[in-house]
């Protein structure tokens, strides 16, 4: 018991002070991508033409990214000969609209707050039922790593919870295979409205690397009508926890 | 057909020309492939491809070529078999039960019938990749569901089913469990899968392209570092490219941390299954800071980015190394006082121990491999039975338990945060000098064969990838070690209490989405 008391001094306070002051975060983090349009060299679809998930739209010469299909993976950033895409240390990525995602240099609409009638019902919990649905467990282990003591998810009031009965809304991660189609329907329709669905994840948003594959459904909102998109591949904790407490209205 | 009835033998992430590979009929290829297992081989892979082999290989639409990758981690060696077959064959997992669930998927991939097999049944659920057959005759036109087959079912007064699953009540991936239960008692354990079925070996299928690796990055999230490893290996080797030592070095200690972050991760977990607080709140925390020592070196706390064919995309410049260093010491402390009490405290020990228990024998037999097969002693490992990269200079020693139980899985994984804690430091210290990256061209041989295995955290990961005339993948086959290992947990779980399963499970924490590809 003494020895289980000192343990715990030991190992010290850890979590965050998270939202209130400025996160450290690895210096070599990819975060919003920076555009330059100015770089982009006239006739050059290089980035197009590497992108793994076709994240990279090029209309005349103007350069959007799509961070709901993009996997902050640097490919288009090797190929660029001019220098015009780049990757900032911005983890605010999340967005209520899809379009919102296509980006293009500036600034970035980050997620707002659910309509005020909605809020009221949920009070000050938010109380959400994960689904993996062909998730490659990267995304679930960051949702998962909220609940550590790092980030001490409880203190907002939102908790994951077992059952969906008990849920305010379903957290999606994976690309929803076919074979998830039906639980993942299931497990909505369980939970009492209004639902909330948030996708967390390159591939909850648009399906991925795995885009177009016939075993998957390009994401969650070509099944259910999403709240809040939250990319990454896999968003980093922060970028996660910053979207839900948006969706709150809390930042 | 070739008279020469001796497999073909190769080292790791060594490339075989196909007219090398020996082509044998069935009879001869079952004899192969028992008499290799029953010397101490183990099942690497087994599995279809719809071409025919010879001097440069040819598509097929009846015959599917059979192809056996078989390691021997004494000599170091992988020998490789291959053999033709039609509708049906005798299946090898009759006399082989390491051979189960490899057949099944050759059965579902392409339709061919191992005649005779034990235990038939879909893996995965989803339609035949030659149009127009079905293993198991379901109907052409129908929708294939999730986990619709037979289930092992028991008899008898006061026998019941327990069915959990696909959606848990934790942020898991999904899975269905059939439980046969007489009280709190556990007859049998049968596990269904294929709900995170995404298609990779479909899909990777004429590649390499721009996708590939970043399947590979996602075949299993927490894997991120090995699958890479393991992919660039074949591509490097198809390729021949030399890979700088500073690279080897770089990937060896993202391997590491994968591990570390993975093992301590599970110490917490298996804590908290038993409802001791401390050690699961501390290994939480800690555990993150392993993948942010992983983000330190690229940015992605998986991983993500790093490994790239011809060496890895960010170097460890400036005091990198030595703000890593400073880290893992300082959550090593952590680790080691956190794990220490698991050890001290009766109540976890008496949960941990007799619980789940596999023998040494059962994970020959089923070819369990990695953590989970070293915790019931069988002394096996990627890292010093067929080094690459890396661990060809150094590697972290062998820790293997006696008890195959929950607490033999936990020590086995403290031990090796420990033996990989000492490997970074040493290769860190003694980093390479160089450059991280080769600019030789990547250009895949064609008519060309490569096994490529490297030591996840779960364990051996196999990657076999088969060239046509273009260099491009024929066949790409992907064994993660959950594949191997998920028959081992349901074979832990025989005679153990219901509410035993939670820990027995975390106590293996296999891959979903590796297993369903």
């Known amino acids: ?251 | 057909m070739m008279s020469d009835t001796k497999p073909a033998r190769m080292k790791n992430a060594g490339v075989l020309a196909l007219k090398d590979l020996t082509l044998l009929n069935i009879r001869e290829f079952e004899d192969s492939v028992t008499g290799s297992l029953s010397a101490g081989g183990r099942l690497c892979a087994l599995f279809g491809m719809p071409y025919r082999l010879g001097n440069s290989i040819m598509p097929s639409a009846d015959v599917i070529t059979l192809v056996a990758a078989i390691g021997h981690g004494r000599e170091g060696v992988i020998e490789v078999a291959a053999t033709e077959v039609k509708d049906s064959y005798p299946a090898l997992t009759r006399h082989l039960p390491q051979a189960n669930c490899f057949e099944r998927e050759i059965a579902e991939q392409w339709g061919v019938r191992p005649a005779g097999h034990p235990w038939f049944k879909p893996l995965r659920f989803h339609r035949c990749y030659r149009p127009g057959r079905d293993a198991w005759t379901r109907p052409l036109d129908g929708e294939i569901l999730p986990c619709v087959t037979d289930f092992f079912r028991v008899e008898g007064d006061e026998i019941h089913e327990v069915a959990v699953g696909p959606v848990h009540a934790g942020i898991i991936e999904p899975g269905h469990f059939r439980f046969q239960c007489h009280g709190e008692r556990v007859f049998h354990l049968e596990i269904a899968l294929g709900y995170q079925h995404r298609g990779v070996e479909r899909a990777v299928t004429k590649g390499p392209d721009k996708r590939t690796l970043h399947y590979m990055e996602t075949l299993a999230g927490d894997t991120t570092v090995g699958h890479a490893t393991a992919y660039c290996q074949v591509i490097e080797a198809l390729s021949g490219m030399d890979v700088p030592a500073r690279a080897e070095d770089i990937r060896a200690v993202a391997l590491e941390l994968e591990r570390c972050a993975n093992h301590t991760g599970d110490l917490g977990a298996l804590a908290a299954d038993v409802g001791f607080l401390p050690t699961s709140s501390y290994c939480g925390a800690l555990r993150g800071d392993f993948l942010n020592m992983t983000a330190l070196i690229c940015g992605n706390r998986f991983g993500r980015g790093l490994a790239r064919p011809g060496g890895v995309s960010f170097d460890m410049d400036g005091s990198r190394g030595d703000d890593l260093v400073e880290r893992l010491e300082r959550t090593f402390r952590g680790v080691k006082g956190a794990a220490e009490l698991l050890w001290e405290t009766p109540s976890v020990m008496a949960r941990f121990e007799d619980t789940g228990r596999l023998s040494k024998r059962m994970c020959r037999e089923l070819g369990v491999v990695g953590m989970a097969a070293r915790a019931s002693g069988v002394e096996m490992d990627v890292r010093s039975e067929f080094p690459f990269g890396a661990y060809r200079i150094s590697r972290p020693p062998v820790r293997t338990w006696f008890s195959g139980d929950v607490y033999a899985r936990a020590r086995v994984r403290w031990m090796e945060i420990e033996a990989s804690y000492e490997f970074i430091r040493q290769r860190i210290r003694g980093l390479s000098k160089g450059p991280v990256m080769t600019d030789a061209p990547l250009e895949p041989s064609p008519d060309s064969m490569v096994v490529s295995l490297v030591e996840g955290w779960r364990g051996e990961i196999c990657h076999v990838a088969i060239t046509d005339q273009d260099g491009r993948f024929a066949r790409y086959k992907v064994v993660d070690p959950s594949f191997h290992n998920w028959m081992g947990l349901q074979m832990a779980l025989r005679d153990q209490q219901i509410s035993d399963f939670p820990l027995c499970n975390k106590s293996f924490n296999l891959s979903y989405c590796g297993h369903d590809l």
């Open chain 1, 1 to 251: 018991m003494i020895r289980a008391i000192a343990e715990r001094v030991r190992q010290g306070k850890r979590t965050i002070s998270f939202p209130k002051g400025t996160p450290v975060v690895p210096d070599r983090l990819r975060g919003l991508p920076v555009i330059d349009q100015a770089r982009c060299t006239p006739g050059c679809s290089r980035c197009v033409d590497v992108c793994p998930t076709g994240a990279i739209g090029l209309v005349g010469q103007k350069v959007s990214v799509d961070i709901g299909k993009c996997l902050f993976c640097l490919d288009c950033v090797a190929a660029c000969p001019g220098g015009a895409i780049g990757f900032s240390q911005d983890f605010r990525l999340a967005s209520g609209s899809r379009e919102a995602l296509v980006y293009s240099g500036g600034e970035f609409r980050p997620a707002c707050a659910l309509e005020e009638r909605t809020r009221r019902i949920l009070g000050r919990s938010l109380k959400l039922r994960e689904i993996s649905a062909g998730g490659c467990n990267a995304c679930e282990a960051d949702v998962n790593v909220l609940g550590t003591t790092v980030f001490d998810l409880g203190r907002f009031g939102i908790q994951f919870v077992a059952s969906p009965r008990h849920a305010d809304g379903i957290l999606v991660t994976g690309p929803v295979t076919a074979n998830m189609r039906f639980a993942v329907m299931d497990t909505y329709h369980a939970a009492p409205p209004p639902r909330i669905v948030i996708a967390v994840g390159a591939c909850a948003i648009s399906g991925g690397p795995y885009i177009d594959h016939k075993e998957v459904s390009n994401g969650v909102d070509a099944l259910l009508p999403v709240d809040l998109y939250i990319p990454g591949c896999p968003p980093h904790p922060l970028t996660i926890l910053d979207g839900l407490l948006r969706l709150l209205g809390r930042l």
